[in-house]
């Protein structure tokens, strides 16, 4: 107790110091101000069958999207493992607010192009459907499949 009270007392005695104003504080802040992106789909999983030979099987997703500022961005999906012999999945995202649909895409292990032209959205509902299809060729099967979605930069 007795150091602060001897401290309290020197700076009193000192005085203020010259060209010092202590009533006036002052922080610099650094600021960044980034864009977002974001996607998420909200169903649970998907269960699809498709009958061999026929038209296929169509399921409804919706996904949340966010791509703010005006940089424009476009969703991309692509299959994480490997489907069977025969088999095909295909994914269509209609444009949530603006932006283009590129129709029904063939999934496959490479990045393709659902949707182009979205940018200052911040969590917007958006539709698609996807599609089973197994061909003649295919043989029984029974798995599962994960569909990865993307916001890239175009």
């Known amino acids: ?35 977002e992106n974001a996607i998420s789909i909200l169903q649970n999983p998907l269960s699809l069958n498709s009958y061999i030979g026929n038209e296929g099987e169509t399921s409804p997703l919706t996904y949340i999207v966010t791509a703010t500022g005006t940089t424009p961005r476009k969703i991309v999906g692509q299959i994480e493992g490997i489907l069977p012999e025969g088999v095909q999945l295909f994914l269509k995202l209609d444009a949530p607010v603006r932006g283009q649909s590129a129709g029904f895409v063939e999934l496959g292990a490479q990045e393709v192009e659902l949707l182009s032209g979205i940018w200052g959205i911040y969590g917007v509902q958006g539709n698609g459907v996807v599609l089973l299809k197994a061909g003649n060729e295919a043989a029984r099967n029974l798995g599962q499949i994960r569909i990865r979605l993307s916001v890239r930069e175009t």
């Open 1 to 35: 107790m007795f150091t602060l009270g001897f401290i309290a007392a020197f700076l009193l005695a000192c005085g203020p110091v010259e060209g010092v104003d202590r009533t006036v504080a002052t922080i610099q802040i650094s600021i960044e101000v980034p864009e």
